[in-house]
DNA sequence: GTCTATATGGTGATAGAC
DNA sequence: GTCTATCACCATATAGAC
């Protein structure tokens, strides 16, 4: 038994039942050990939390900075990163579920930790959407309210995306991308 | 000591913690009773969160359903809505928190009863948006899709908002109905 | 309607054998 | 590295006095 595979059985049963409701023994059900002898790989239930936490940041991170750096027209580039970010996160449900529903459970002294990270990940975006502002191709006069609803409009659907649902993570992806970038109103003409 | 109270403060400690970090200690400490002294008003703990939960899907739909009734074009319908949607949940976080982010923690029997009314909720949004395209104003190829965009952008005010932040919900919501109405990007010409 | 006391069971975590 | 056994604690909920 690993670390990791201990980390993926967590990830998900935290996604499922949320932090609070699931137990070691969960877990270690899930993993065909006694709870006790999880703690050979782990050293508490908040050490789990942020490993995993963590995990899908960088997951994520790593996923959007790639597409940051390159040297696109911001609408593309935005584009891009919203399609990556959503594939991603829809194929990782599990670690993205706790990722943006369960960060709250983390304890003080974790979360301090965890913060910067988190910080630095809503930046890309910013930075992304300043870009546009500043070639004059996005319409944004509030770049941080303009940050949280392209945020929300991505994160909320690991509230209701189910793989078997229709739609394939790419399709609600781009989707989402044109609805985000032309808006609901029909273009005049 | 009233049920309204105890429910008042268990919203309140439940958007806090989360439904299973809050304790019957904790709501009963915000209410200056013994924990016991809870079940002469309630008869369980997911009892009361089914009670929040209600409460707070009457009062979204009561003020949603007095915007969809009236007989305005879809565009600005939809826009009043947005705003008065907005405001109310703003208004009363604690109760919109548990709703929006604690209702997985109802146990089965009882969110049987609670999904029909969440349903009602939700086809609210997609017959407003049904009419704007109806009405050839909207530009929206998948109605479910678009409709779980429209509330992702706005369900996720509710994991950022703080009431001393600068914005004030009125402020929020007029520009997150700009940007989903119009779109990130500028017109041309 | 609120209290004290308690029943009953689960929790995260540790000790120490193998 | 995994186990059995156990600790100390907290959870929801109930019983019954006042």
Not at 1 to 29: C, R, Y
Not at 39 to 45: A, M, N
Not at 87 to 109: F, G, I, K, P, Y
């Amino acid at each position: 038994m690993t670390k990791d595979e201990i980390l993926s059985a967590a990830a998900q049963i935290f996604s499922q039942k949320g932090f609070h409701a699931a137990s070691m023994q969960d877990i270690a059900q899930a993993v065909n050990l006694q709870k006790a002898s999880l703690y050979h790989h782990i050293s508490s239930k908040q050490d789990m939390l942020l490993a995993i936490l963590d995990q899908a940041l960088d997951l994520l991170i790593e996923h959007i900075e790639q597409v940051a750096i390159q040297p696109l027209p911001a609408d593309e580039k935005l584009r891009l990163a919203m399609v990556v970010y959503l594939q991603a996160m829809l194929e990782q449900r599990d670690l993205a579920a706790v990722l943006l529903l369960e960060h709250r459970s983390l304890e003080n002294q974790y979360r301090s930790q965890h913060i910067p990270r988190r910080d630095r990940f809503e930046q890309l975006w910013r930075n992304m959407l300043r870009e546009g502002v500043e070639q004059g191709i996005f319409n944004c006069t509030d770049l941080a309210l303009a940050s949280r609803a392209l945020l929300g409009v991505m994160n909320w659907t690991i509230t209701w995306y189910h793989p078997n649902g229709g739609l394939s993570p790419i399709n609600i992806a781009e989707q989402t991308a044109d609805l985000f970038f032309n808006g609901l109103l029909k273009r005049e003409g």
